[in-house]
């Protein structure tokens, strides 16, 4: 059995793009954030349509996890590819992710924050995912493994040579198909997809990189509290090769 991905990422970090990327090749099945229903059972955390997504889902991460890479030895694709918010990672058993490859997608909390706070209004360090991608990256460092970072900006302004990248370090060849995808909702999307998915349900492709307006000041606290985080793990990000200049 290939290697199943599990693609670990924070909120509003372009990681339904990335799945919906994934989701065009005919060698990989994607499974949309598979843990978020344990997340909520554990965490009580009050997100949109909280209610019919736990009612959706085996709310019990480790039986998740178990059935999903046990199933996959005799699915037709050979390929697994998880998308995953590192911070529903709450009260399990970690030893799968030996037996997985595992990528990190982080985004500046300068451009994140401002839409978190859309769907979650008084968000807080944990909802971002960013201490938890950085604790599970050491600890992932710590047992001989070498996880990719990802940083969206880079993604955004080079999609092709980004994904070049990421694939030869995942052991498969780029596929240009992985570029564009049909607008609207995909049979991929998680029941929670009309709260947080309307804006890449109008996209073709991954959108070209715009900077941020102004920062808004209630969230300049929890940006503080983002940023070393961050910081920490864009020291392993790829970074954009667009026009012959490093980004």
């Not at 929670?192 to 492709?205: E, F, L």
């Not at 985080?229 to 200049?245: S, V």
């Amino acid at each position: 059995m290939a290697t199943p991905i599990c693609l670990w990422s924070g909120p509003r970090n372009v990681s339904t793009a990335l799945m919906y990327s994934f989701a065009q090749r005919d060698d990989m099945r994607v499974i949309d954030e598979p843990l978020y229903g344990h997340y909520l059972r554990i965490s009580g955390a009050n997100h949109p349509g909280r209610d019919a997504i736990m009612a959706s889902m085996n709310c019990d991460g480790n039986a998740v996890m178990q059935d999903l890479l046990t199933r996959q030895k005799t699915h037709a694709s050979p390929r697994l590819f998880l998308k995953h918010m590192a911070h529903h990672l709450l009260d399990l058993d970690l030893g799968f992710l030996s037996r997985t490859s595992n990528v990190f997608l982080i985004r500046d909390p300068r451009d994140m924050l401002p839409s978190l706070a859309v769907q979650i209004p008084n968000a807080q360090l944990a909802d971002t995912g960013l201490k938890r991608q950085s604790e599970l990256y050491d600890d992932l460092a710590a047992a001989g493994q070498a996880p990719m970072v990802l940083d969206s900006r880079a993604l955004l302004m080079d999609p092709a040579g980004v994904l070049c990248r990421l694939c030869s370090h995942l052991g498969i060849p780029f596929d240009s198909r992985m570029l564009r995808w049909r607008a609207g909702p995909r049979p991929e999307d998680g029941i929670w997809a009309p709260h947080w998915y309307d804006v890449v349900h109008r996209s073709t492709g991954f959108a070209p990189y715009r900077q941020k307006g102004s920062f808004p000041k209630r969230l300049k606290p929890l940006l503080a509290e983002c940023q070393p985080w961050y910081e920490r793990l864009m020291r392993h990000a790829l970074r954009a090769d667009t026009k012959g200049e490093q980004q």
